[in-house]
């Protein structure tokens, strides 16, 4: 938004005031001319026309800087018909005053009409038998005044066009990174949270039979909800570490928490260095699912070069389909790898990610 008011001060600012004063000099060559070529009422007349002129020309100009078009293509058709008053007086040295009228219009109308606006004027100075002889002069300089205030609006036009561009880009990045840290807090806390509460049930019932073994559970929550506090660092600062390895290691205890025999790979060199970071995102919320909802007593993780599966024999699916797989299907996509979820038979669940 700021770079945005920053243009809109550019274009509106001083480069443009001075724009608009710089073509008041044309007027002012006008008046020259009408002193020149007229005497008595006809010279007075012609001053008049010129001078209403110019107050026009600032009149529209200003409406054009507050963007009141029907207001302005008033005022620049009334300047148009003080160009046409003002001949009788100046001869060829009028065409200055509709080098103003289409420096005015033609930069905010389609090309092909403006090429017409500029070439009839233009053959008008050159070709009509004035009394002081054909106005290349003013031709000339109608022509390129108009070029170049044409270019200074279409310059306009693009900073305005890349600064909108760019505060798109800069949403639609905010948008991204907001989806990133959701999908990443859903990703990382639900596996940690699942064992967390998996942990902490599993050790008040311990506490009054195996009072040891419960204290062992407990500190492996402290050690769980430590590790969930560095995760949700990791997402909102955009570093997460997260390997095969340490997800099959988790899920292996989270699995033993859980009183699900686990049959996981004890190795992962299978598996590219290019995709251990994606097959750990993949072994994380399968497992994380098969905790959670599937009330399985066996799970398995089989690997491959190019392929991540994880299989139970729960109640087949998710209790409730959320932003979990959705997550992982967007990261699975982004890798240009295929993923399938669905029940098995004759009982069970697979999680199946192809890259």
């Known amino acids: 938004m700021d770079r945005t008011s920053d243009v809109q001060r550019w274009v509106r600012g001083w480069r443009l005031r001075l724009l608009d004063a710089g073509l008041l000099v044309y007027p002012a060559v006008t008046v020259a001319a009408v002193l020149q070529h007229a ?82 004027p233009a053959l008008a100075a050159v070709l009509v038998p004035w009394p002081d002889g054909p106005g290349w002069t003013q031709a000339v300089a109608l022509v390129f005044t108009v070029l170049m205030v044409s270019a200074f609006a279409e310059a306009i036009r693009a900073n305005t066009a890349l600064v909108e561009a760019r505060a798109e880009v800069v949403r639609l990045a ?36 195996d009072g040891e073994r419960a204290g062992a559970e407990m500190s492996a929550v402290e050690t769980l909800a430590r590790q969930a506090l560095t995760d949700v660092r990791a997402a909102v600062s955009g570093y997460r570490e997260v390997t095969l390895a340490g997800e099959l290691a988790r899920g292996r205890e989270l699995l033993r928490a859980c009183g699900v025999a686990a049959d996981l790979p004890t190795a992962t060199d299978v598996v590219g260095p290019a995709h251990q970071e994606l097959f750990g995102w993949v072994v994380r919320e399968g497992l994380t699912n098969v905790a959670r909802h599937a009330r399985a007593t066996r799970c398995a993780v089989t690997l491959s070069a190019s392929t991540v599966e994880v ?45």
């Open 39 to 120: 005497t008595g009422p006809t010279a007075v007349v012609g001053c008049v026309v010129v001078g209403a002129f110019a107050v026009g020309y600032l009149l529209a100009a200003a409406a054009a800087a507050r963007r009141a078009a029907r207001l302005f293509w008033l005022l620049v058709g009334g300047c148009a018909v003080l160009f046409l008053a003002a001949i009788p007086a100046a001869h060829a040295d009028a065409f200055f005053l509709a080098a103003v009228v289409l420096s005015l219009a033609v930069p905010r109308l389609p090309r092909r009409f403006a090429v017409v606006l500029v070439a009839v």
């Open 174 to 209: 905010s948008e991204a990174e907001r989806t990133r840290i959701a999908r990443d807090l859903h990703d990382l806390l639900g596996h940690s949270l699942t064992a967390i509460t998996v942990k902490s049930t599993l050790a008040r019932r311990l506490v009054t039979t």
């Open 311 to 355: 299989v139970d024999d729960g109640i087949g699916g998710t209790a409730s389909p959320g932003s979990g797989l959705a997550g992982l299907r967007e990261r699975v996509e982004a890798a240009a790898g295929r993923l399938e979820a669905g029940p098995v038979r004759p009982r069970g669940w697979r999680l199946r990610v192809t890259v």
